[in-house]
C-alpha cells in the first residue's frame, strides 16, 4: 500500500464503528505507513496531524504518533514561516 492508498484508506475506514478484523488491519496498516511518512509537504503534516488528532493524541502503543509528531515539528520549524 502506498502514501496515498494508505490516506484514502484510513478516510473510509477512521470512523466505521465496527471494523471486521480485516478492516482493523487495514486501517492499522493505513496508520502505519501515515505516522511513518516523512513529511514533505502540508498535507502530509495535514494527513499525520488527523490521525494523531483521531486516537486522542497518544492513541497507539507502538509509539508512532509520537515519533511522528517530533518529525511534524521539524518539518514545521525548517520549512512553514512563522507569521
Known sequence: ????????????????EELTSDLEADLDKAERIILSRQPESVDDLIDQLTVIAAQ????????LDVEALERLVAFAQTTLKRA
Do not use: E, I
Request: aromatic share 4%; glycine share 16%.
Open 1 to 16: 500500500m502506498n502514501h496515498l492508498t494508505a490516506v484514502a484508506t484510513w478516510r473510509s475506514l477512521a470512523n466505521v
Open 56 to 63: 486522542g493524541g497518544d492513541g497507539r502503543t507502538d509509539g
